[in-house]
Each structure stands twice: as structure tokens, then as C-alpha cells.
């Protein structure tokens, strides 16, 4: 490994420089020299929780959160997630499909979230469906019949496996809509089966549903009651507002089911930045990015609206509801080998979180969980260095650099995920669960318990 001895003189020229993107008002400093038994000892609740806001981040493995914190808020500064008081690691792998006693060591989001999901680990690719393809009763599918109100929030397209495996069972994670159940053909309405993602969403029919993806449900379904009709036609029929814009989200009526579609597919990137090369890049700093389509709401303003709606919809009941809320595109942009990308990501789901502890704050009978379904590419090298793959350095909220490396696919290929452990943390009711080491299935029984749900 070359280290390049330039970089003290690239970084003060760096730091002078103007930095874009506004550093968050939400870092809490540590308080690691404090004696925090008693605070521990409190923070231990069993007991059932009224509320399970389970947040999401895909890709969000230990070195991106660090890459956002050291960006964002210092190498030692606290990001919202940083605060939850307990937390421990979870193993994410998935198992093989022709023989599901192996394990498959690196996950996909769809196996993953089939094991939290569902409490059973499968192959890559699966939604919510055994390796046989049968498929499993679901922690929203099972809140839902208890009485809960539910939501699915995501950046991604709302068919994707994070939001999909709450809602539908596939057995290939791409059947999104009519048109795309080539590789589900026992699926398909028109072969009897129980339809596309989208269809299947409408149907389990979650009380509020926000992301991208309009496509798959402008799409004509092929067999069964609804035929001839589109997706949307059937979720209009069966009761949801329709909304598409973030003034239409705003508008809304928060006592009535929502389904909100914000974008043909994935919803635009917050920030942008250097491309990484395999001689690595001048210091420099990430912008905000202009070409965001202003009338998609934030991944904050949606965590923030489905809250709101659940909570209003639930008022008076002693059940109160289910959510998930999920920022994808911190993997896709691992994929994509952009730095900014996945780091105006992971910010903006750190402000979902500070969105989801503040509600909180004010009622201390909702377990919040913060986690990752698979760990991803991104590594912190040694500042100025190069690496077998791309490099890119940006420069810090301590004014300092850090070298990013992307090296698990030839650039520029797809990055790949990676088979380690990764964060999960909790507070409130149950959120003791999280400690030590975990399995990502064991989440399930988590919720299902916090819920009082019968599994
Ligand atoms: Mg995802
Ligand atoms: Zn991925």
C-alpha cells in the first residue's frame, strides 16, 4: 500500500474550503468517562411495548455509519444513532437454496429481511418465502391481525426486498409488478397465485405505505378478480389516498390509509460528489444535490408523516402500531462506489431516527430499533492511499481527510456486500434483546414479544 505524503497539504486547502452541506444541529457528544451502570440498569425495560418503530438502514454496516460520522458530525462526534442505549451485533447470513442446512455468508436485503421479518433464515433472493417456497407469516401480516396499525416507509422503490418482505411472499425478489413475474411464474395471478409485490401490498394493505415505485403499480394485472384493472386502481378501490408529491403528503388525511409513491422507481440521492478512482481523488467535499426532484418528501418527512398518521390512527386503542422505515440507497450507493451518495444517505436516515426517538421521548412505550441488514463495501484506508480498487478523499467535519476505498468488484462493476456481523440497537420495551450477539432472525421474536404477538 503506497501512502501519499501530500495529503496534510491537501487537507488544509480542503478545510479552507467552504463545506456545503449543513452539519447537523442532532450530534449528541459522548459521555464514555461517565460511569453509566445506573444508566444501563434504566435503560433495561421488559414488558410489552404499544409501538415498534424498527428502522432500517441497507448496507448500513459498522465501517458506513463510521464514514457518515466522521464526516458529518467528527471522529468524535455522536450521530442520533450512536445514542440508543443498547447495543450489540447481529450475523446476517442467509442460507443456500439447494441445500438450506449450508449457510450462504453473504446475505442479500431480501433474505435478510426475510429473517427479521419472519424468524426464518432463507436463500438470497427470497421474499418471505421458505427455500421450498412456502411462504411465512410476517411481523407487519401478524401486527395487523392483532389489532396494530402498520406502515412501510422507504427511499427505495416500494417493491424493493427491504419494504417487499413485509408485505408479500415471492420467490424471486424482482417480481415487482404484472409485468415482471417471469422468474415467480407460481405467483402469478394468471397462473393462480397470489400476485406481483404490488399486488400483494395492496391486499395485506398496510395503513400507510411511502416510497418510490409508481411504475409496477401503473401496471395492468394479468389474472384472477382485479383483472384488466391497474395496481393503483385496485388500491384506490380498496380504500387508499393516493398521493405523489410531498404537497400531496402534506395534504393528506392522516386518519385514512396512505399509499404515497414518490418517484417512478428510486427515489433521488440527497447528496453527490467525487467518483472515486484507482489513483484516488484531490480532497474535497460533498454538495448537496442539485438535480433532487424538490417534490419527493425526505426520508425524514416521511418517518415523520407516518408516524403522525399511525399515531392518530390508533388513538384510544391500547394497540398502538407497527412501522418500518428504511433508507435503501445507503446500499445502492455502495454499490455505486460513490462516497457522498451513501453518505448524504446515511445522515438522512439519521435524521428518520431523530424523527422516531423524539416521538419517542413522549411516549416511552415504543421500541425503537436501529439496524442493518448485511454489511457492504466502503472502507476507511489510510488517508491519501490507493488500494486494488478506487479511492476517493474527502475531507471531514474535523478538517481532516478520509480516504474511502471500494474494493470488492473490479470498478467500475457493482460493489458487493460482505459477509460481516453488523449493528443492532435498541431503546424501550424488550430493546435488552439487542445485547451481545444476536442472529438477525432473533429480531423477529424481539418485536413479536415487545407486540405481545402469538409466534
Ligand atoms: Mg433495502
Ligand atoms: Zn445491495
Same mark, same amino acid.
Given at each position: =500500500? ?18 456545503? +452541506? ?31 418503530? =424498527? ?14 460520522? /466522521?464526516?458529518?458530525?467528527? #471522529?468524535?462526534?455522536?450521530?442520533? =444513532?450512536? &445514542? ?30 426475510? @429473517? ?12 418471505? +418465502?421458505?427455500?421450498?417456497? $412456502? ?7 401478524? #401486527? ?12 427505495? !422503490?416500494?417493491?424493493? #426486498?427491504?419494504?417487499? *418482505?413485509?408485505?408479500?411472499?415471492? &420467490? ?15 405467483? #402469478? &395471478? ?18 400507510? *405505505?411511502?416510497? %418510490? ?6 401496471? +395492468?394485472?394479468? @389474472? ?41 422507481? /428510486?427515489?433521488?440521492?440527497?447528496? *453527490? %460528489? ?13 454538495? +448537496? /444535490? ?54 448524504? !444517505?446515511?445522515? !438522512? ?48 467535519? $474535523? ?42 432472525? $432473533? ?13
Amino acid at each position: =500500500m503506497h501512502i501519499n505524503r501530500t495529503w496534510k497539504i491537501l487537507a488544509t486547502a480542503a478545510a479552507a474550503a467552504v463545506v456545503a +452541506v449543513p452539519v447537523a444541529a442532532f450530534a449528541h457528544g459522548g459521555s464514555g468517562q461517565d460511569d453509566r451502570t445506573d444508566a444501563a440498569k434504566h435503560a433495561i425495560v421488559g414488558g410489552k411495548a404499544r409501538n415498534v418503530i =424498527m428502522l432500517l438502514g441497507d448496507g448500513m454496516g459498522d465501517s458506513e455509519i463510521t464514514i457518515a460520522r /466522521n464526516y458529518q458530525v467528527g #471522529a468524535s462526534g455522536r450521530l442520533a =444513532m450512536d &445514542t440508543l442505549p443498547l447495543t450489540g451485533e447481529y450475523t446476517t447470513y442467509a442460507v443456500q437454496k439447494a441445500d438450506p442446512t449450508k449457510p450462504d455468508y453473504v446475505t442479500d436485503s431480501a433474505a435478510s429481511g426475510t @429473517g427479521w421479518s419472519t424468524g426464518h433464515k432463507t436463500y438470497n433472493g427470497a421474499i418471505s +418465502v421458505l427455500p421450498n417456497g $412456502d411462504p411465512l407469516p410476517t411481523i407487519l401480516e401478524l #401486527a395487523k391481525s392483532a389489532g396494530y396499525k402498520t406502515g412501510d416507509v422507504s427511499t427505495a !422503490e416500494i417493491q424493493d #426486498a427491504t419494504p417487499a *418482505v413485509l408485505v408479500s411472499h415471492v &420467490t424471486d425478489r424482482s417480481c415487482y409488478g404484472p409485468n415482471t413475474m417471469g422468474p415467480c411464474p407460481t405467483n #402469478a &395471478t394468471e397462473n393462480g397465485g397470489a400476485g406481483s409485490i404490488s399486488e400483494q401490498l395492496v391486499k395485506t394493505h398496510p395503513d400507510v *405505505v411511502l416510497g %418510490g415505485g409508481s411504475t409496477s403499480f401503473n401496471q +395492468v394485472i394479468k @389474472g384472477g378478480a382485479d383483472v384488466g384493472k391497474t395496481v393503483f386502481q385496485t388500491a384506490s378501490a380498496s380504500g387508499y389516498q393516493l398521493v405523489s408529491d410531498a404537497s400531496g403528503l402534506a395534504a393528506a388525511n392522516l386518519n385514512k390509509p396512505i399509499l404515497g409513491t414518490f418517484a417512478p422507481g /428510486n427515489m433521488d440521492l440527497e447528496w *453527490v %460528489g467525487p467518483t472515486p478512482t484507482a489513483t484516488g481523488t484531490p480532497a474535497s467535499t460533498c454538495q +448537496v /444535490n442539485a438535480a433532487r426532484n424538490p417534490a419527493q418528501p425526505h426520508l425524514s418527512v416521511m418517518a415523520d408523516t407516518a408516524i403522525k398518521a399511525l399515531d392518530k390512527q390508533s388513538r384510544g386503542n391500547r394497540k398502538g402500531f407497527f412501522l418500518q422505515i428504511e433508507g435503501a440507497s445507503i446500499d445502492k450507493q455502495d454499490h455505486a462506489a460513490n462516497p457522498c451518495g451513501q453518505i448524504g !444517505e446515511t445522515v !438522512e436516515f439519521d435524521k428518520a431516527i431523530d424523527v422516531a426517538l423524539d416521538y419517542q421521548k413522549q411516549h416511552p412505550d415504543t421500541l425503537v430499533i436501529v439496524t442493518a441488514d448485511h454489511g457492504h463495501t466502503s472502507q476507511i484506508v489510510a488517508a491519501g492511499s490507493t488500494t486494488t480498487g478506487v479511492t476517493a478523499t474527502l475531507v471531514t467535519h $474535523d478538517g481532516a481527510p478520509m480516504t474511502i476505498s471500494y474494493a470488492t468488484t473490479p470498478f467500475p462493476g457493482s460493489q458487493q456486500h460482505t459477509g460481516t456481523e453488523v449493528r443492532i440497537a435498541a431503546s424501550g420495551p424488550q430493546a435488552a434483546n439487542v445485547l451481545g450477539v444476536t442472529n438477525q432472525t $432473533d429480531l423477529f421474536f424481539t418485536m413479536a414479544r415487545a407486540l405481545g404477538l402469538h409466534v
